[in-house]
């Protein structure tokens, strides 16, 4: 990185957390309406994370088996407080300790504990892109823009899973990467150890690592049949470890496995639509079919490259890659399926929650850059040599990605949720 990009760098910094820092001052927890919306930041699993670590700051973690309380405000609403069962704790878990080590349950307070991850992420996404993608130009694009859209601005500082998922999703990317280079067991325990934790933080990047860990040893392998090696099963079977650790837990808090057993079942079912009482069912075959339109309306709300466009820059990138590195190409479909995977695997939890879209993350951030370096090549050109019907076309292009940043983007996040707050 050039000493030019470093200042920029920090600069971003310093702008990025200046409105981060605004949101956890200006945006209350309760404002699940608008600022903490399920695009902006999900106060309504904030309100429920609060809740939780409340209990756990005035009666500790042994008192519900590390279940998550919900509906729990002070010592006097405990008979009413409702155990969360059916999604892994490590999220309460991590900010009741935060909030036991400070003794506060301020809320303002406990989001310092995000901010400084996200602090660190920050930094490590423009670190590990300017390795990965092997094109520093194109990194340092792609993760410029990444810090300062939707998916990093407005989801620093949440108490909730998602500053977790991000966190240790990136980090273990990273140690994918390092491992397909240098196969060592010491990567192999590292990776091992934190798939179990990262199932006990959620499943969204448990499902999304999957695919990645498969896609990534069919390149670096170079064979189908050898997905089964010992990175595929170590990493495996730490994942069944780790859920078998939540709904451990799960037994101990119901006292029987019958009943920590169907909780499980009931939520699977909901979850992915298959409906204990068919008159309830919520997805038609309608909705499935519009399940692209979803995904690609979901990437304009948190990137600022929308997902047309982003269809159109994929397409430059991969005329980028074809001479320079194909191998990239191989790596962007691997991240596409991990990205939609959820989709495909929870399709209720997906079609629901906007912030799905969140999964898309690392992949935006590998093709824009790269995109937009070769699209900006051939805009130059046919501008100089071109008809008028293909700088219409351009025109049309750029004012579209333009409006869409605009309206969805520095609109609601820097404006609405950010400095019209001050007045």
Request: glycine residues 6%; positive net charge.
């Amino acid at each position: 990185m050039s000493a030019q990009q470093k200042r920029i760098m920090a600069l971003l910094f310093i702008f990025c957390f200046a409105f981060i820092g605004l949101r956890t001052v200006m945006v209350p927890v309760d404002d699940a309406g608008s600022g903490r919306s399920s695009i902006d930041g999900d106060g309504y699993s904030d309100v429920n994370t609060l809740s939780a670590v409340r209990y756990f700051h005035d009666f500790g973690f042994l008192d519900s088996h590390f279940r998550p309380m919900h509906s729990y405000t002070t010592p006097d609403t405990k008979a009413q407080a409702q155990a969360y069962t059916h999604y892994p704790s490590m999220p309460d878990i991590l900010v009741g300790v935060w909030s036991i080590a400070i003794d506060s349950t301020n809320e303002k307070v406990l989001r310092l504990f995000p901010i400084l991850l996200s602090m660190g992420l920050f930094f490590f996404i423009f670190y590990f892109m300017q390795i990965w993608l092997g094109d520093k130009e194109a990194a340092f694009i792609s993760s410029c823009l990444l810090v300062t859209s939707n998916y990093f601005i407005c989801w620093s500082d949440t108490l909730h899973k998602h500053t977790f998922e991000e966190v240790f999703k990136w980090f273990f990317v990273y140690l994918l990467y390092r491992y397909f280079r240098k196969k060592s067991w010491l990567l192999v325990a590292l990776m091992g150890f934190l798939a179990a934790v990262i199932m006990n933080i959620s499943f969204e990047p448990a499902v999304f690592l999957s695919v990645t860990i498969v896609g990534l040893s069919i390149i670096h392998e170079k064979s189908y049949f050898k997905i089964f090696n010992r990175l595929t099963i170590v990493l495996g079977t730490c994942f069944v470890l780790g859920f078998v650790a939540h709904v451990y837990l799960n037994y101990l808090y119901f006292g029987s496995w019958p009943q920590a057993i169907e909780d499980l079942r009931a939520a699977f079912l909901y979850r992915t639509n298959q409906c204990l009482d068919p008159s309830h069912c919520g997805l038609t075959l309608k909705d499935y079919l519009q399940y692209p339109m979803v995904i690609l309306n979901r990437i304009e709300r948190f990137y600022w490259i929308p997902g047309w466009a982003l269809i159109v820059l994929t397409w430059f990138a991969f005329r980028k890659w074809r001479l320079t590195a194909p191998q990239n190409i191989q790596t962007f479909w691997v991240l596409f399926a991990a990205s939609v995977s959820w989709y495909l695997v929870m399709n209720q939890h997906a079609w629901a929650h906007a912030f799905v879209g969140k999964q898309s993350g690392i992949l935006w951030a590998w093709v824009s850059g790269a995109g937009l370096i070769e699209y900006r090549l051939q805009l130059l050109k046919d501008w100089h040599t071109g008809s008028l019907k293909l700088r219409f076309l351009h025109g049309f292009f750029v004012t579209y990605i333009l409006i869409m940043g605009i309206t969805q983007q520095i609109k609601p996040i820097y404006w609405v949720d950010g400095l019209s707050r001050l007045f």
